[in-house]
């Protein structure tokens, strides 16, 4: 497991850096197969944030706290991963088994509206079901989510209603 710790605007400590890194270790052996953790850290005033990402055979985890204290940001995150992986769990596990049997990975560009372009995402273009996009698109707590339909082999998107709902995007 490869656990990056980096900080925004200051040096990142070595004391920050064992604490995140003795904190993170116990995701390698609840979630098995971690390939990255990145634990991104930015101070503001007297103001922590602490964004960390967990990536594990084409699953992010991400969770982000605020705080006034550095330390308990990256237990609060920590904690929150942990409620996120335990509320997954067997979701996660059966789809580690299903992607595991998929090899084809393309990089699709995230284009926002005619205004001036300032950042580009990749992300991988697996082919996934409904229920896991939608899935995947709670783990990463965003509103809306593209992926390729495992039933159509078409990009699709999954999207929050305000209503609480999901809707789904097809092209005709």
């Given at each position: 497991?490869?656990?990056?710790?980096?900080?925004?605007?200051?040096?990142?400590?070595?004391?920050?850096?064992?604490?995140?890194?003795?904190?993170?270790?116990?995701?390698?052996?609840?979630?098995?197969?971690?390939?990255?953790?990145?634990?991104?850290?930015?101070?503001?005033?007297?103001?922590?944030?602490?964004?960390?990402?967990i990536?594990?055979?084409?699953?992010?985890?991400?969770?982000?706290?605020?705080?006034?204290?550095m330390?308990?940001c990256?237990?609060?995150?920590?904690d929150?991963?942990?409620?996120?992986?335990?509320?997954?769990?067997?979701?996660?596990?059966?789809?580690f088994?299903?992607?595991?049997?998929?090899?084809?990975?393309?990089?699709?560009?995230?284009?926002?509206?005619?205004?001036?372009?300032?950042?580009?995402?990749?992300?991988?273009?697996?082919?996934l079901?409904?229920?896991?996009?939608?899935?995947?698109?709670?783990?990463?707590?965003?509103?809306?989510?593209?992926f390729?339909n495992?039933?159509?082999?078409?990009?699709?998107?999954?999207?929050?209603?305000?209503?609480?709902?999901?809707?789904?995007?097809?092209?005709e």
């Open positions: 497991m490869d656990i990056n710790v980096r900080s925004r605007k200051n040096a990142v400590t070595p004391a920050m850096r064992e604490y995140a890194e003795k904190r993170l270790k116990k995701f390698d052996k609840m979630m098995g197969g971690v390939d990255e953790v990145t634990v991104l850290h930015d101070a503001v005033k007297d103001t922590h944030s602490v964004e960390v990402t990536f594990v055979d084409g699953v992010i985890l991400r969770s982000e706290v605020s705080g006034p204290d330390y308990a990256v237990d609060g995150a920590v929150k991963l942990e409620r996120q992986v335990r509320k997954h769990k067997t979701k996660l596990e059966k789809r088994r299903k992607e595991a049997q998929r090899t084809s990975m393309q990089a699709l560009e995230e284009l926002p509206n005619e205004q001036k372009l300032v950042k580009t995402k990749h992300f991988d273009k697996k082919p079901t409904v229920e896991e996009a939608i899935m995947q698109m709670e783990l990463l707590e965003h509103t809306f989510f593209a390729v495992a039933d159509t082999n078409e990009i699709n998107i999954v999207y929050k209603r305000k209503d609480e709902d999901y809707g789904l995007l097809q092209p």
